[in-house]
Nanobody
């Protein structure tokens, strides 16, 4: 059974930082691309980044590229999202997702496997 479990969310003040973690199980994680998405209240889900196992990331959201940094563990089935300079517009539920092979470049990107998300709340 494929499982993706996010953690690390919480409540921070504007300008603060958080580091999210996603642990993957139930699949050969070396064959899968891993991605980060978010969904703000009342808005559609937004793709942020995708990371291939062998390198070569895709940035879907230029708006966060200068503040958020994704990474992927090459020894463990995990991906991380370091978020700095958070502001209230970053509030939302953050998800990780997985798909076989490489990161898609179409918009919106399709991923068949999802975690349940971790909530991030940024107060002003």
């Amino acid at each position: 059974q494929v499982q993706l479990v996010e953690s690390g969310g919480g409540s921070v003040q504007s300008g603060g930082s958080l580091r999210l973690t996603c642990i993957v199980s139930g699949l050969d994680w070396t064959l899968y691309a891993l991605a980060w998405f978010r969904q703000a209240p009342g808005k559609e889900r937004e793709a942020l980044f995708c990371l291939n196992f062998g390198g070569g990331n895709v940035t879907y959201s230029p708006a966060v590229a200068g503040r958020f940094t994704p990474s992927r563990d090459i020894e463990n089935p995990a991906t991380y999202l370091q978020m700095n300079s958070l502001h209230p517009d970053d509030t939302g539920n953050y998800f990780c997702a997985a798909r076989r092979d490489s990161c898609p470049r179409e918009s919106p990107p399709f991923f068949p496997f999802w975690g349940r998300g971790t909530q991030v709340t940024v107060s002003s």
